[in-house]
């Protein structure tokens, strides 16, 4: 499995609200549209460790895939690449992480 990971902040003076009302609509829908997507989350960072430390990133998104020839067919779509161009915009600084899930574990 693949797993894209999105650690990002919102620019000073952002909107939130607005924010949040675009990234749990259209863009929720955008990502779960995406070919060969299996699951896609996003998360509100609220705190971090060890205790008293600060967060560097405000927010994560998570998307897989099953394998990474979808995740590359897929994620480098000149059209999904595109769209991320315009959407970058709406956030502030940014991380992007491919990882290569080796053990998936439901507790």
Known sequence: MIRLTVLYNLPDGADQEKFLSWRLTDHQQTNESMAGVVRTDFARITDCWPEGSMPGYRFQT??????????????????????????????????????????VSSG
């Open 62 to 103: 998570t998307i897989e895939w099953p394998d990474r020839e979808s995740f590359e067919a897929s994620f480098y779509d000149e059209a999904v690449q595109a769209k991320l161009k315009e959407n970058l915009k709406r956030i502030g600084d940014h991380s992007f992480f491919v990882s290569d899930v080796l053990i």
